[in-house]
Protein backbone atom coordinates (compact mmCIF):
# COMPACT_ATOMS: atom_id res chain seq x y z
CA UNK A 1 0.00 0.00 0.00
CA UNK A 2 1.23 3.24 -1.27
CA UNK A 3 1.62 5.95 2.11
CA UNK A 4 2.65 9.47 1.59
CA UNK A 5 3.75 11.48 4.38
CA UNK A 6 4.16 15.35 4.65
CA UNK A 7 5.66 17.12 6.89
CA UNK A 8 5.52 19.00 8.83
CA UNK A 9 1.81 19.05 9.14
CA UNK A 10 1.35 22.71 10.13
CA UNK A 11 3.89 25.50 9.65
CA UNK A 12 4.05 29.29 11.06
CA UNK A 13 6.78 31.43 10.16
CA UNK A 14 7.18 34.88 9.47
CA UNK A 15 7.40 36.67 6.33
CA UNK A 16 10.67 37.01 5.06
CA UNK A 17 11.81 33.54 6.19
CA UNK A 18 12.53 30.66 3.89
CA UNK A 19 11.26 27.40 4.70
CA UNK A 20 10.93 23.64 3.15
CA UNK A 21 7.83 21.39 3.64
CA UNK A 22 8.78 17.64 3.00
CA UNK A 23 6.91 14.83 0.90
CA UNK A 24 7.92 11.32 1.89
CA UNK A 25 6.38 8.15 -0.31
CA UNK A 26 6.73 4.71 0.01
CA UNK A 27 6.90 3.27 -3.50
CA UNK A 28 8.42 3.38 -6.03
CA UNK A 29 7.43 6.56 -8.37
CA UNK A 30 8.66 8.97 -10.85
CA UNK A 31 5.32 11.27 -11.08
CA UNK A 32 4.62 13.87 -7.97
CA UNK A 33 2.11 16.63 -7.41
CA UNK A 34 1.98 19.58 -5.58
CA UNK A 35 -1.73 21.39 -5.04
CA UNK A 36 -2.42 24.34 -3.06
CA UNK A 37 -6.04 24.71 -1.64
CA UNK A 38 -7.20 27.97 0.30
CA UNK A 39 -9.98 27.45 3.35
CA UNK A 40 -13.31 26.55 1.92
CA UNK A 41 -11.99 26.27 -1.51
CA UNK A 42 -10.75 23.46 -4.17
CA UNK A 43 -7.17 22.25 -5.09
CA UNK A 44 -5.26 24.24 -7.35
CA UNK A 45 -2.45 22.85 -9.48
CA UNK A 46 1.20 23.97 -8.25
CA UNK A 47 3.44 22.17 -9.74
CA UNK A 48 4.08 18.58 -11.91
CA UNK A 49 7.17 16.58 -11.24
CA UNK A 50 7.89 13.84 -13.89
CA UNK A 51 11.39 12.52 -13.55
CA UNK A 52 14.08 12.21 -10.71
CA UNK A 53 15.52 15.37 -10.53
CA UNK A 54 13.14 17.35 -11.88
CA UNK A 55 12.98 20.76 -10.54
CA UNK A 56 10.01 23.64 -11.09
CA UNK A 57 9.98 26.64 -9.80
CA UNK A 58 6.98 29.40 -9.48
CA UNK A 59 7.72 32.80 -7.76
CA UNK A 60 8.79 32.40 -4.41
CA UNK A 61 7.60 28.46 -4.56
CA UNK A 62 10.23 25.77 -5.75
CA UNK A 63 9.82 22.15 -6.21
CA UNK A 64 11.85 19.14 -7.00
CA UNK A 65 11.88 15.43 -6.92
CA UNK A 66 14.55 12.71 -5.82
CA UNK A 67 12.77 9.39 -6.78
CA UNK A 68 15.80 7.59 -5.70
CA UNK A 69 15.17 8.73 -1.96
CA UNK A 70 11.36 8.72 -2.40
CA UNK A 71 11.68 12.21 -1.81
CA UNK A 72 9.77 15.58 -2.79
CA UNK A 73 10.66 19.38 -1.15
CA UNK A 74 8.45 22.28 -1.57
CA UNK A 75 10.73 25.12 -0.37
CA UNK A 76 9.17 28.45 0.57
CA UNK A 77 11.76 31.69 -0.47
CA UNK A 78 10.69 34.96 1.61
CA UNK A 79 7.60 34.09 2.47
CA UNK A 80 4.61 36.59 2.11
CA UNK A 81 1.14 36.06 3.64
CA UNK A 82 -0.56 35.03 0.85
CA UNK A 83 1.28 32.27 0.49
CA UNK A 84 -0.90 31.17 3.57
CA UNK A 85 -2.48 27.83 2.38
CA UNK A 86 -2.79 24.46 2.55
CA UNK A 87 -0.31 22.61 0.39
CA UNK A 88 -0.52 18.88 -0.37
CA UNK A 89 1.79 16.18 -2.48
CA UNK A 90 0.15 13.41 -4.18
CA UNK A 91 2.14 10.43 -6.03
CA UNK A 92 1.03 9.02 -8.89
CA UNK A 93 1.81 5.16 -9.66
CA UNK A 94 -0.14 4.59 -12.15
CA UNK A 95 1.20 1.76 -14.56
CA UNK A 96 -1.08 1.03 -17.76
CA UNK A 97 -4.60 0.32 -18.69
CA UNK A 98 -7.32 2.44 -17.25
CA UNK A 99 -7.42 5.82 -14.69
CA UNK A 100 -5.24 4.99 -11.19
CA UNK A 101 -5.96 7.73 -8.66
CA UNK A 102 -3.57 10.11 -6.94
CA UNK A 103 -2.82 9.05 -3.09
CA UNK A 104 -2.58 12.71 -1.16
CA UNK A 105 -0.31 13.47 1.69
CA UNK A 106 -2.34 15.18 4.80
CA UNK A 107 -1.71 18.67 4.32
CA UNK A 108 0.79 21.15 5.16
CA UNK A 109 -1.25 23.79 7.17
CA UNK A 110 1.25 27.18 6.20
CA UNK A 111 0.42 30.47 8.27
CA UNK A 112 2.61 33.06 7.28
CA UNK A 113 2.51 35.84 10.07
CA UNK A 114 3.85 39.97 9.20
CA UNK B 1 -8.69 26.16 -19.09
CA UNK B 2 -10.38 22.66 -18.07
CA UNK B 3 -13.43 22.85 -16.00
CA UNK B 4 -14.85 20.76 -13.98
CA UNK B 5 -18.20 22.00 -11.91
CA UNK B 6 -20.35 20.37 -9.56
CA UNK B 7 -23.86 20.46 -8.68
CA UNK B 8 -24.03 21.73 -5.22
CA UNK B 9 -20.94 24.25 -2.77
CA UNK B 10 -23.54 23.20 0.51
CA UNK B 11 -25.81 20.26 1.19
CA UNK B 12 -28.38 19.67 4.18
CA UNK B 13 -29.43 16.59 4.51
CA UNK B 14 -30.93 13.86 6.79
CA UNK B 15 -29.89 10.43 7.72
CA UNK B 16 -31.40 7.98 5.62
CA UNK B 17 -31.96 10.18 2.71
CA UNK B 18 -30.37 9.09 -0.86
CA UNK B 19 -28.27 11.73 -2.08
CA UNK B 20 -26.73 12.39 -5.72
CA UNK B 21 -23.54 14.80 -5.88
CA UNK B 22 -23.46 15.45 -9.19
CA UNK B 23 -19.96 16.21 -11.24
CA UNK B 24 -19.31 17.91 -15.10
CA UNK B 25 -16.67 18.10 -16.75
CA UNK B 26 -15.79 20.29 -20.19
CA UNK B 27 -12.55 18.93 -21.42
CA UNK B 28 -13.08 15.51 -22.60
CA UNK B 29 -11.40 13.99 -20.26
CA UNK B 30 -11.79 10.00 -20.27
CA UNK B 31 -11.34 9.93 -15.97
CA UNK B 32 -13.01 10.64 -13.18
CA UNK B 33 -12.78 10.65 -9.44
CA UNK B 34 -14.74 11.06 -6.82
CA UNK B 35 -12.69 11.93 -3.25
CA UNK B 36 -13.69 12.80 0.47
CA UNK B 37 -11.42 15.36 2.22
CA UNK B 38 -12.03 15.11 6.56
CA UNK B 39 -9.67 17.38 8.81
CA UNK B 40 -6.69 15.75 9.43
CA UNK B 41 -7.23 12.20 7.06
CA UNK B 42 -6.80 14.38 3.91
CA UNK B 43 -8.14 13.25 0.43
CA UNK B 44 -8.87 9.69 0.15
CA UNK B 45 -10.50 8.40 -3.03
CA UNK B 46 -14.13 6.78 -2.85
CA UNK B 47 -14.68 5.33 -6.88
CA UNK B 48 -13.08 6.67 -10.11
CA UNK B 49 -13.84 5.38 -13.60
CA UNK B 50 -11.77 5.05 -16.71
CA UNK B 51 -14.64 5.62 -19.10
CA UNK B 52 -18.20 5.49 -19.77
CA UNK B 53 -20.11 2.93 -17.40
CA UNK B 54 -16.70 2.25 -15.99
CA UNK B 55 -16.24 2.32 -12.29
CA UNK B 56 -13.71 0.75 -9.77
CA UNK B 57 -13.77 1.51 -6.22
CA UNK B 58 -11.11 3.71 -4.50
CA UNK B 59 -9.84 3.18 -0.72
CA UNK B 60 -12.80 3.90 0.82
CA UNK B 61 -15.97 2.34 -1.09
CA UNK B 62 -18.08 1.87 1.23
CA UNK B 63 -21.23 3.55 1.62
CA UNK B 64 -21.14 4.88 -1.34
CA UNK B 65 -21.83 3.96 -5.61
CA UNK B 66 -21.00 5.85 -9.06
CA UNK B 67 -22.77 6.04 -12.11
CA UNK B 68 -21.49 7.39 -15.87
CA UNK B 69 -24.06 7.31 -18.08
CA UNK B 70 -22.08 9.97 -20.23
CA UNK B 71 -18.43 11.12 -20.47
CA UNK B 72 -18.58 14.62 -18.85
CA UNK B 73 -20.63 13.71 -16.10
CA UNK B 74 -19.76 11.39 -13.15
CA UNK B 75 -22.16 11.26 -9.89
CA UNK B 76 -21.56 10.23 -6.66
CA UNK B 77 -24.52 8.20 -5.11
CA UNK B 78 -25.08 7.83 -0.99
CA UNK B 79 -28.09 5.60 -1.01
CA UNK B 80 -28.60 5.96 2.60
CA UNK B 81 -26.91 8.78 4.12
CA UNK B 82 -25.16 8.33 7.65
CA UNK B 83 -23.69 10.93 10.04
CA UNK B 84 -20.34 9.73 9.14
CA UNK B 85 -20.63 10.56 5.98
CA UNK B 86 -20.34 14.46 6.55
CA UNK B 87 -17.82 15.48 4.81
CA UNK B 88 -16.38 18.07 1.83
CA UNK B 89 -16.56 15.52 -1.62
CA UNK B 90 -14.13 16.96 -4.19
CA UNK B 91 -14.62 15.47 -8.06
CA UNK B 92 -11.79 15.46 -10.11
CA UNK B 93 -11.16 14.50 -14.14
CA UNK B 94 -7.94 14.29 -15.95
CA UNK B 95 -6.80 12.63 -19.36
CA UNK B 96 -5.58 9.39 -20.10
CA UNK B 97 -1.54 10.45 -20.21
CA UNK B 98 0.00 6.62 -20.14
CA UNK B 99 2.78 5.81 -18.26
CA UNK B 100 5.78 8.40 -17.87
CA UNK B 101 2.90 10.78 -18.73
CA UNK B 102 1.33 13.77 -17.01
CA UNK B 103 -1.66 12.69 -14.55
CA UNK B 104 -2.54 16.38 -13.23
CA UNK B 105 -5.72 15.48 -12.19
CA UNK B 106 -8.34 18.80 -11.80
CA UNK B 107 -10.41 19.77 -9.38
CA UNK B 108 -13.98 20.94 -8.89
CA UNK B 109 -15.21 23.26 -6.48
CA UNK B 110 -16.28 20.71 -3.77
CA UNK B 111 -19.48 19.76 -2.04
CA UNK B 112 -19.80 20.45 1.91
CA UNK B 113 -22.51 17.81 2.64
CA UNK B 114 -23.80 17.40 6.11
CA UNK B 115 -25.72 14.58 7.34
CA UNK B 116 -28.19 15.33 10.26
Known amino acids: ELKVEQNPLFLSMQEGKNYTIYCNYS?????LYWYRQDPGKSLESLFV?????AVKQEGRLMASLDTKARLSTLHITAAVHDLSATYFC??????????????FGKGTHLIIQP | DVKVTQSSRYLVKRTGEKVFLECVQD?????MFWYRQDPGLGLRLIYF???????EKGDIPEGYSVSREKKERFSLILESASTNQTSMYLC???????????????FGPGTRLTVL
Open chain 1, 49 to 53: LLSNG
Open chain 1, 90 to 103: AVDIYSGGGADGLT
Open chain 2, 27 to 31: MDHEN
Open chain 2, 49 to 55: SYDVKMK
Open chain 1, 27 to 31: TTSDR
Open chain 2, 92 to 106: ASNELAGTGGNNEQF
